[in-house]
């Protein structure tokens, strides 16, 4: 987890969509009070390393940032869940995934 990079601005989500352009990028919308969030979360920590070489991980924690997580479904076109992931390229999520279908190598068959 040390190199999942925290998110909690507009400017920072704006800029993340960017860097989608030259870099993947993944987002995890972590709600913190919820189990399943929790597995989710486990089960990413345990899959990191083959993730974090071929993306960049980006993590919002959604219950201390709820507007960011509603512009998130709002600019990206995808529904609002949590737990998620987002994958993007080119400025487009390319991959979403909720709740227990969270799985380290599913996600890394879109890096």
């Known amino acids: 987890m040390d190199n999942w990079k925290e998110f909690k ?7 993340i969509i960017k860097k989608s352009n030259t870099r993947t990028q993944i987002i995890f919308k972590d709600s913190v009070s919820c189990g399943i969030s929790a597995h989710a979360k486990d089960k990413l920590v345990n899959g990191n390393d083959k993730l974090i070489a071929k993306a960049d ?7 201390s940032h709820r507007s960011i997580s509603n ?3 709002t600019k990206l076109d995808v529904q609002h869940q949590s737990p998620q ?3 993007l390229k080119n400025e487009l999520p390319i ?4 709740h227990h279908t969270i799985d380290p190598d599913k996600i ?4």
């Open 71 to 73: 512009l998130i479904a």
């Open 9 to 15: 601005s507009e400017e920072e989500l704006d800029l």
């Open 57 to 63: 991980f980006n993590y919002l924690d959604l219950l």
């Open 108 to 111: 890394e068959t879109y890096l």
């Open 85 to 87: 992931i987002i994958v």
């Open 95 to 98: 991959y979403t995934v909720t």
